[in-house]
Structures are given as C-alpha cells and as structure tokens.
C-alpha cells in the first residue's frame, strides 16, 4: 500500500514535466516543418533543422538528471565569467558579422551565437547570488546593497553585449531577466518602478522625438539604422522601399492568410520577405495555416510558460526556484517580442521565435533550459511524494494506536 501511495503521487506530480517536454517536442517538429516551407522547401534547411534538434535532444538528455541547485552553485559563476570571455572574441577575426552586428562567433568550424549562453549563464548567476544572499539576515542598507549587485549582475554583461555586438534584442530579453527575478527575490518595490519608470519615460521620449518629426527616406538612410527602424514601426508605408520593408511583409502575410491560410507550402510573401524562416516566420505560418495556427502556437508557449512557472513556485530551494522564473521570463518575453514584431506593435528587433524560428545555439539553449526545468520538477516531485508519503505513514501509525 506505501509503495502503491508512492508511485500514485509520483505519477501525478511527474505529469508536469512530460506535458512540458511533448509541447516544446511539438513546437520543435513543427518549427522544423515551417522552415522547410519558408525557405522555399530547402532541402538544406530541413535537414540543418532536424540536426539542430537532434543537438538540442541531446544536450536536453544530459541536463535533465542534474542537480541544478548543486551544478549553479558549483558552477554559475565560472559560466558567468567565461561568458565574458566569450563576448570578447566578438573583437576577433572569429566574429562573423551579419546585418551590420557581430553576434555570432566561429571556433573550429563551429558557429554558435554568444548572446544565448549568456542568457543562461546570467540566469544562473543571478540564482547563485540570490542563494548566497538568503543565508544572510541582511538589514536595509544590506537588501539595497543586494538589489544593486543583482542589477550589476545582469545590466554590466548586457551593455558589453549591446557595445560589442550591436544586438538590442538580446540585451533587452537579458535586461528584463534581470529586472523580474531581482524584484521577486528583493522585499524592495520603489527601486524597481523608479528604474521602469526612467526606463519607460526615456523610451517614450525617444520615440516621440522621432515621431514628431519624421525623416525622409533620403534622410533616414543617413541615420542610425535604430532610429530607421523606430521610424518605420510608426509609419512602415513612409520607409516600404527599406526599413519598412519587412514589416509590411509581415503584416501583409497575416492579412492575406485569414482566418486558416492558404494552404502548407502556398505562401506568397515567403518569396519576398527577408528572414522569412528566422525572424518572421510567425507570419509565414499566420499565412499558410491562417490566424488559428497563429493563436494555437501563441496558446501552446503561454501553456510551456504557465509549466515553468508552476514548477518555479513548486521548487525545493530558492535557487532553483529563480532558475525556473528566470527561464519562463526569457521564453515568455521572447515569444512576446517576435510575435510583436511580425504584427508591428513594437519595433523590429531582429530576435526569433522560442523553439521554433531556425537557429542551433538557440534551440540547443532553450533545450538546455527545459533540461533544467525537467531536473528541477524530477526533485520537485520525489521530494512531494516522500512528503506525502510520510504524512500517510503517520496517519496509518494513529490509526493503528487506536
């Protein structure tokens, strides 16, 4: 009867973690199957894609029997540190620059892009010092003290990247990480909104300034290419023949797909529209399989986002408990972003779609965080069931005095 109790709860609790792996599984196959069709039904892109998640299956099988309290500690901030290093080569002849940013880097014959390992190693490393702080009773000079160095932690690493490598989209996805686990692990709330409130007023100030006074086309190429894109997210129809290019594409692609598309494979704008399997391929899939397609893949990254979560609350130490937020936040306001940028609510960015744009360091990364997920619920759930099962063996014990 014990062992019967044991495995009922186990069962129960380990749902959580297969539910996860078979929505990123479906996510990856069909990411794989609408990157063959965006690229114009490339042979070479399908077979690239079906190795990259097979890498990431890979690096998810050797990650997901860790001990992520035990590897943060033991490691995060080595991983840190050599993210550091890692960014510098972007100063070397390793670096290979594309669209006018150096983001990714090439080491014997292996490309990789340094912004997505240093998600995961910032992740880490602010799990680790938030750990290192709980073992403290820190007065109020010592909880501004933490919130400084949490904020430290992740916003030095994000200006080197922007500096070195010209990536926004990436350095804001870490910013924020860094922002939202921070505020949950700090008592502190004023800190947090005066940061979003500058950050919010120094945005909408920027942009207003743009607004006020649009540059011509002729102007505009002259300019920074940020302030062509800001630019073009306002009044895309002004700049179609550039920086408004893309995202008219996108929202043309939306439109003409309607409600359930035109059909696999029978997408128009794919032929036109540049990074149509990277960047925009939300569009092409709003386009082919129509806007129901669209919401069921937005509807199965919020349920992959509410798993995590789940787990983060559920965990047996705060360490593995900011790791698992920290991860939902990165999918979470990434899918957000790409999805924002394919409908023209924020600016073009130039940051892919979680688990189903093309791209192996980000796929394998990703992976490597549901790893760490599944880890952190295998704990969560042995840990339940011994809870459970103890609190039936005390009962069993009363009942057999009486």
């Known amino acids: 009867m014990k062992k019967k109790e044991f495995r009922d709860r186990y069962s129960l609790q380990i749902k959580i973690h297969y539910n996860l792996f078979i929505a990123v599984l479906i996510c990856m196959l069909f990411g794989a199957l609408m990157q063959y069709s965006a690229s114009n039904a490339s042979i070479a ?26 590897f943060t500690l033991l490691f995060g901030k080595y991983l840190y540190f050599a993210s550091f290093l890692l960014m510098f080569l972007l100063l070397t002849p390793a670096a290979i620059e594309s669209h006018g940013a150096k983001r990714w880097i090439q080491v014997f014959g292996i490309q990789f892009q340094v912004a997505e390992i240093l998600k995961i190693s910032v992740i880490l490393y602010e799990a680790y010092l938030i750990n290192y702080f709980s073992n403290f ?51 502190k709330i004023w800190p947090f909104l005066a940061a979003a409130g500058s ?26 290419f940020r302030i062509g ?6 009044e895309p129809e002004r700049y179609k023949s550039n920086q408004g290019y893309q995202v008219l594409q996108s929202l043309y ?35 082919e399989l129509g806007i129901v397609a669209g919401a ?27 790791v698992a937020l920290g991860i939902a936040v990165h999918i979470g306001f990434q899918s957000i972003v790409n999805v924002g940028v394919c409908l023209n609510l924020i600016p073009n960015t130039g940051i892919g779609l979680i688990f189903i744009s093309y791209g192996g360091t980000a796929l394998s990364t990703q992976m490597a965080e549901i790893g760490m997920i599944t880890a952190i619920s295998k704990r969560n759930c042995i840990a339940s069931a011994k809870r459970q099962l103890k609190k039936v063996n005390k009962i069993y014990f009363i009942v057999d005095e009486k």
Request: proline share 2%; net charge positive; glycine share 6%.
């Open 199 to 224: 950050v919010i007023g120094f945005v909408y100030y920027y942009v207003m300034k743009i607004a006020i006074d649009l540059p011509t086309q002729a102007e505009l190429d002259l300019l920074p």
């Open 137 to 187: 009773k820190l007065n109020n000079k010592g909880k501004y003290i933490e919130i400084l160095l949490l904020w430290a932690a992740g916003v030095i690493p994000t200006m080197l990247l922007f500096i070195l490598s010209k990536d926004l989209s990436s350095s804001a996805v870490i910013l924020v990480i860094t922002f939202a686990v921070s505020f949950v692990a700090s008592e």
């Open 253 to 287: 692609a939306i439109g003409s797909g309607g409600f359930f598309g035109k059909g696999l494979g029978r997408s128009v704008i794919k032929t036109r529209m540049p990074e149509a399997h990277t960047d925009m391929i939300f569009s092409i899939i709003c386009e």
């Open 45 to 70: 892109i399908l077979k690239k894609s079906l190795s990259f998640i097979l890498i990431s299956l890979i690096a998810f099988a050797l990650i997901q029997n860790l001990n992520i309290r035990n």
């Open 229 to 234: 894109r800001i630019a073009a997210w306002i």
């Open 296 to 322: 069921m893949i937005i509807a199965i990254l919020a349920y992959i986002v509410y798993l995590i979560i789940r787990v983060s609350i559920n965990a047996e130490s705060i360490l593995e408990s900011v």
